[in-house]
């Protein structure tokens, strides 16, 4: 962070500093700003939040022996500095808003869609780090608390700030918008994820459109041009509008051409930007991540990457984030594909059909699915779906875990032709239990579900088996 007086961070925030609240060497706060009490370090700012199990407040002593200079609190915390203000997570907004007006040398570049985000930021991160000090959230930080925690990392030395922004809701994008305004926004593609939230996909399409209508007039709006509702926010903002799509025959500025997958799901296209063309191979496994990649190098383009580069770096980029398509083999050929951190209807059909693409090599397939929270009223269809899918990807074995994933069973066994065999478990070490010995050297199994239904422990449970 930038460094500021006690003094200063009470007037961004509305807040009062605590009598006695001179801290450190000049009363400063160096940062960083953490809402974590273990993640101090000298000179840091303790943001005290009240949590699920825990208030903030309770860790205000811990914070300071960990060298804390001060804390932002909504109470008084005895014996520590501290700004007390109304609210902690708008103080954080109003601080991150604060620190941004005062680098105006930053190019902030927001990301959002239904899927895809945490990927295609760190794919955007490791373009942009090519071309200077970046700043992007570790993992999925990118709601009213990740993205000012992010944001104040920044400092005199940062050029780019590269962003997701999620919504549950109307409003929530636009006011990350207005704590860091953006003057790159991608958006990736309206799906049906919190469509429980959100009522209907066209309210999600609302939503992630505030990307485009909060950018400026000299910004750029990146548009995925394969999906209609984003293609539609082109009406929708005042900023010049950059297209991409990983359709065959696109006319978009952004494309892939001869996209073809590896035995492990890996893509492998022609990257064509204007009249520039360079040949791009991820590592990353299944086809939704050419869209990702697409959308990375138009922002990267617009930075100021050459194509040739961008082809090179997307090549060399890596899964920054865990639990995300994240392939393991085991010393008996088994492929464990761990796809548990979210899942939603597009997720859920894009990781199927890596899975199909891994077993068309002459493995044989196994599903195991969890719950997709947070659907509403489309919980069931979509989990029906996601059955049938499994079903024509010819799975060997489906796995619904929960009862809540039951329905899964129900798609599958209404698909003509399928002779997989369907199973249910009640939890993730039943589920480990029930595929154990239908295992066979070489086989790959699909872990996937919202990241509640614990589905990770699958994963670890099959990759441990070696171990035994
Ligand atoms: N463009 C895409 N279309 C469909 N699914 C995708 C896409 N990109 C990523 N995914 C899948 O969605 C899940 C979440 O990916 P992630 O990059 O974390 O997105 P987000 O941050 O939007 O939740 C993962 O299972 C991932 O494989
Ligand atoms: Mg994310």
């Known amino acids: 962070m930038i460094p500021l007086t006690l003094a200063e961070i009470a007037a961004i925030t509305s807040g009062s500093v605590t009598p006695g609240g001179e801290v450190g060497p000049g009363g400063v706060v160096t940062g960083p700003v953490v ?34 200079a001060a804390v932002l609190a909504s109470r008084p915390v005895l014996g520590v ?27 902030v570049a927001g990301i959002t869609g239904s899927s895809g985000k945490t990927s295609t930021k760190d794919l955007t991160a490791q373009l942009a780090e090519r071309l200077g000090p970046t700043v992007a959230p570790e993992g999925s930080y990118n709601n009213e608390l990740g993205l000012p925690l992010t944001v104040l990392r920044a400092d005199a030395s940062t050029r780019y700030l590269v962003l997701e922004m999620s919504a549950r809701g109307a409003g929530h994008i636009a006011a990350l918008c207005d704590m860091a305004p953006p003057r790159i926004g991608a958006v990736l593609n309206v799906g049906r994820a919190h469509a429980g939230e959100f009522g209907s996909i066209d309210e999600v399409a609302k939503a992630k459109g505030e990307l485009p209508e909060a950018l400026p007039a000299d910004g750029v709006a990146i548009l995925n041009s394969a999906d209609p509702r984003v293609l539609a926010m082109a009406a929708r903002t005042p900023a010049r509008v950059v297209t991409f799509s990983a359709e065959r025959a696109s006319a978009a500025h952004v494309r892939a051409a001869d996209v073809r997958l590896d035995e492990l799901g890996r893509a492998s296209f022609l990257l064509l930007m204007g009249d520039a063309g360079a040949p791009v191979t991820l590592r990353l496994h299944g086809a939704h991540h050419v869209p990702n990649a697409l959308a990375a190098a138009a922002i990267a383009a617009e930075l100021g990457m050459d194509t040739r580069a961008i082809a090179d770096c997307l090549s060399n980029a890596t899964s920054r984030s865990r639990w995300r398509m994240e392939l393991r083999e085991r010393s008996d050929g088994v492929l464990v594909v761990n796809d548990a951190y979210n899942a939603n209807p597009e997720s859920m059909r894009a990781a199927i059909d890596a899975l199909a693409q891994i077993a068309r090599g002459g493995r044989r397939g196994f599903a195991v699915l969890g719950h997709m929270a ?20 010819g799975v060997t074995g489906l796995i619904a875990v929960g009862e809540q994933a039951r329905p899964v069973l129900d798609g599958a066994r209404a698909q003509p032709g399928w002779r997989g065999e369907a199973i249910a478990v009640p939890d993730a070490r039943a589920a480990v239990a029930a595929i154990r010995n239908r295992l066979r050297p070489g086989d790959v199994v699909l872990v996937k579900a919202s990241r509640a239904a614990g589905l990770t422990e699958v994963a670890a449970g099959l990759l441990e088996e070696e171990s035994r």
């Open 35 to 68: 809402i974590d009490s273990r993640q101090v370090t000298p000179g840091a700012l303790f943001a005290a939040l009240p949590g699920e199990r825990a208030d903030g407040h309770d860790f205000a002593a811990a914070a300071a022996a960990a060298g804390a």
């Open 81 to 107: 500095p501290a700004v007390i203000v109304p609210d902690v997570t708008a103080a954080l907004a109003a601080l991150a808003k604060a620190v941004l007006d005062r680098l105006p040398g930053v190019i």
């Open 374 to 393: 947070e659907l509403g009223d489309i919980t069931a269809e979509s989990h029906e779906e996601a059955g049938r899918l499994a079903a024509q990807a």
